[in-house]
């Protein structure tokens, strides 16, 4: 157990991966105070903004089960690259200022894309992981999505702002970072492993569906928070909503890697009960916060939830599958995040026509603990899932 928990993380292949996952997430998030103003620019309104968003996570969804189970075959540095280069190849289209349906097919080759390469460098994550070192290796590679929240859609804003919208500039930005990923996911070497026969594997494994309910709960809230905090922050005229991200992707930053730790030495149930319970309580200021104190303070408990779950829960996943199961297991598994964010925010659009963001955060509260209830109701009952 000691020689395992000493085991080296951090190397150049590591590195390399990291860098990849890094500046494509740049790439994306760097976009978010950029291509809802580029749509109204292009003649589009709210309507095509939230339609656009929808197409592209459509598309990152609809073949990852199909690229989960042929990932052993094809092998996954080329997925990564493939997902990569769809990315920026479709970024690059974008500096030819296109009109609306363009954007559009540009967008949905960009989302297929992103689900490539989202399920590819997870996969990667675990492969590249020591025996018995998956939670920190989860939560090391964890710090670069939300290093790159804390800063894309500021640096994507103040180019913006700065530039009074030369959307040439704007774009050309992301396409390098885009660029910066291809190469840095270029250096990665893949692991090898002995084939075990698996040629005709489901689309879905039923070993990561308790994990896989557990992130759908937790991305469920973070697709609420992206689409309705803004709106929430107008509502109580608390001008904070853009540093309510920041502190809550630098905490997730520190909280990953520490949990994922944590998670190997002491087991993933350990740390990301309490967390999800933390994390609701995070959802519970959010609904009774009137002044941007509150607001931040939600942000930083949030982080440190929300990061602590989620390092422990994906190694939980990682945990039940053998490794040629790792391309459907993680298929399964990013998928059931992303369909989170869809439903939390279709939902609680809907939600809203009805009740004030109070109830719908506390509502919020509820359905992060659903897990808790749930993995009492197996251990008492002795479900398996």
């Given at each position: ?12 292949n ?24 580029y749509?109204?620019h292009?003649?589009g ?35 990564l ?35 490539a ?52 500039i ?83 930053v ?37 002044n ?94």
């Amino acid at each position: 157990m000691k020689e395992q928990q000493s085991a080296k993380i951090v190397n150049f292949n590591f590195m390399a991966l990291f860098g990849a996952v890094f500046f494509l997430f740049f790439a994306l998030d760097y976009y978010i105070p950029i291509l809802p103003f580029y749509v109204l620019h292009a003649g589009g309104g709210e309507a095509a903004v939230g339609l656009l968003m929808g197409l592209f996570t459509f598309c990152s969804i609809i073949l990852r089960p199909f690229q989960g189970r042929e990932l052993n075959r094809t092998g996954r540095k080329r997925l990564l690259v493939t997902g990569i280069s769809l990315y920026a190849a479709a970024g690059l289209g974008l500096l030819f200022l296109p009109s609306l349906p363009f954007l559009f097919i540009l967008r949905a080759v960009q989302g297929f894309g992103w689900g490539a390469f989202l399920l590819a460098f997870n996969t990667l994550t675990l492969d590249l992981a020591p025996p018995g070192r998956s939670g920190a290796a989860v939560g090391l590679m964890g710090m670069a999505p939300p290093f790159s929240l804390a800063i894309a859609p500021f640096i994507g804003e103040t180019l913006r702002i700065s530039t009074a919208g030369n959307y040439l500039i704007l774009f050309l930005v992301a396409s390098a970072a885009a660029l910066l990923a291809l190469v840095s996911g270029a250096l990665v070497k893949e692991p090898s492993f002995e084939q075990t026969g698996i040629d005709k594997s489901p689309l879905l494994l039923r070993k990561v569906v308790f994990p896989s309910l557990i992130i759908f709960c937790m991305t469920f809230n973070l697709g609420v928070i992206l689409t309705f905090l803004p709106l929430l922050g107008e509502v109580r005229d608390i001008r904070a909503v853009g540093y309510f991200f920041t502190v809550f992707a630098l905490t997730t930053v520190f909280s990953r890697p520490v949990a994922g730790r944590l998670s190997d030495l002491y087991g993933r149930p350990v740390i990301f009960l309490p967390a999800l319970v933390v994390a609701a309580g995070s959802m519970i200021m959010i609904a009774l916060a009137d002044n941007v104190q509150a607001f931040l303070l939600s942000a930083f408990v949030l982080g440190i939830g929300f990061g602590s779950a989620h390092s422990s829960v994906m190694a939980m996943a990682a945990d039940r599958l053998a490794i040629m199961e790792r391309g459907v297991g993680m298929a399964t598994f990013t998928t059931a995040f992303d369909l989170g964010i869809v439903v939390g925010a279709v939902a609680v659009g809907i939600l809203l026509t009805w009740f004030d963001f109070k109830l719908i955060f506390i509502l919020c509260a509820v359905i992060m603990t659903l897990p808790v209830f749930g993995n009492f109701l197996k251990s008492k009952y002795r479900f398996r899932y």
